[in-house]
């Protein structure tokens, strides 16, 4: 069965900061992977995702991520963080149609 | 173009009650899904449709959960009858035709939140 770990569950960051958020997946198979995130007060909206290719993906809001397979990691980073985005990030991985999901990282950005 | 939307935003209600929460996808997706969240855990998968038909229903917790997509459109999702443990957010997402067999971007809604006392 597919599982997700992600390693930090709550991060306090000053803004300008760098942030690295730590994924790890189990399956077998050909993964899709994907981080969303969720502001206070809004939906889960994608910040980006891997499908194939280029293993260093970027994403919206200057955030990138990096696959690993050897290490069946999927690790967010942002060189710099901003107040904005404190938010919940949620790390998943799909091998077929359903999407797993981590156990979410609650991010505070203090200005 | 409208994003997923659920309704409605909050419900509560007391252990032995019928809820009924509803999913509009984004207009022409033919993937529907029904994730929840119970506070403190993961997000997890309850079910999949492919148009009007049950693609997946693997992550049903039990039968006391009935969800329907009539017409391949807009889906519900009872609770009947409700117990404490249901309490959490339930979260609708809707992604394109697949190609390949492997899902795309999922969409989310954003979500109920369901009390049961």
């Known amino acids: 069965a597919q599982s997700v770990s992600q390693h930090n569950h709550h991060v306090i960051l000053s803004e300008a900061a760098s942030l690295e958020l730590g994924c790890n997946y189990s399956y077998g198979g050909t993964v899709n992977l994907f981080w969303y995130v969720q502001y206070p007060g809004q939906h889960l909206q994608l910040l980006l995702k891997y499908f194939s290719g280029d293993p260093l993906v970027k994403g919206i809001k200057g955030f990138e991520a990096e696959f690993i397979k050897s290490k069946f990691s999927f690790n967010l980073r942002k060189p710099s963080v901003q107040w904005s985005d404190t938010a919940e990030y949620f790390c998943?991985?799909?091998?077929?149609?359903?999407?797993?999901f981590g156990t979410g990282t609650r991010l505070l950005v203090s200005p | 173009e409208a994003g997923v939307t659920q309704f409605p935003s909050h419900s509560v209600i007391e252990k032995g009650q019928t809820v009924t929460l509803r999913c509009d996808p984004i207009s022409g997706h033919d993937n529907l899904y029904w994730y929840r969240r119970v506070m403190g855990k993961e997000i997890k998968f309850l079910l999949h449709f492919v148009k009007e038909s049950k693609q997946d229903e693997s992550g049903m917790p039990n039968n006391r959960f009935l969800a329907e997509r009539t017409g391949g459109t807009y889906s519900t999702l009872k609770v009947q009858p409700a117990e404490l443990e249901d309490s959490g957010v339930y979260f609708c997402?809707?992604?394109?035709?697949?190609?390949?067999?492997?899902?795309?971007?999922?969409?989310f809604g954003p979500g109920t939140r369901l009390t049961v006392l």
């Open positions: 998943a991985v799909t091998g077929f149609q359903k999407l797993v």
């Open positions: 997402a809707s992604s394109p035709k697949i190609a390949g067999g492997y899902t795309d971007t999922q969409y």
